[in-house]
């Protein structure tokens, strides 16, 4: 009989640590810090799990600051490329109109003109051109600008009272030699378009 009792009493604990293993423990032990300290080490993260979460994070960022990059990266070189295709083309009318044509440089935009005699033919001005092919060619507002002709940088200035072209191109089509840089603004250039005293255009990445 005694036997028995003991039997369904062990029974009886063995189930109460299946069931409620914390509070069968605590109640085993007589110790509240045994419950406590099991309760909290079943809710903590492992050195190797914090360390796979910051690996993850590490990649996860990475592969984002790249994306957005590349995507900078393109975005100058087609901006590049259009500039470039631009001032080409003027060249070529230039030389079938006969007249002198400039680009200005400004903050956000290129403006293309041409130099014309005033009203009184006492002296030539330059006129902005509006139309379709040639006229006002804005850029990003994150874009930034800078000039260089022949050795020397050109300064922008946006309140000028007249248009002052940086790149003049002759009748001919020979041109001022300039370069035009491109870059996201605070950052370094990444494209540069280069222009010869004979006309030629050409455009290239420049090293970060």
Known sequence: MLFN???RECERTRLRYRLFPYI???????????YVHVHEKSKGFTLIEILVVMLIISIVTTVALLSIR??????????????????????????LQSRVLGVAIQSQ??????LENSKD????????LNDHSL???????????????????TDIDNDAKELKPQIIISTNGDIIPFTIYLGIKGKKPQYAITGDADG?????????
């Not at 935009?109 to 041409?114: G, I, K, R």
Request: glycine share 4%; with cysteine; hydrophobic share 35%.
């Open 121 to 128: 033919n006492k002296k030539t001005i330059w006129h902005a």
């Open 24 to 34: 069968a423990r605590k109640s085993t032990a007589g110790n509240a810090n045994v």
């Open 200 to 208: 030629y255009i050409s455009t290239k990445h420049v090293a970060s």
């Open 109 to 114: 935009q290129l403006q293309f003109a041409s």
């Open 70 to 95: 590349r995507n900078e990266t393109k975005e100058m070189e087609t901006l590049a490329k259009n500039i470039s295709q631009m001032v080409t083309f003027a060249e070529e009318q230039a030389m």
């Open 5 to 7: 009792c003991f039997n």
């Open 135 to 153: 006229g006002t060619y804005k850029v990003p507002n994150n874009v930034q600008m800078t000039i260089s002709s022949g050795n020397s940088k």
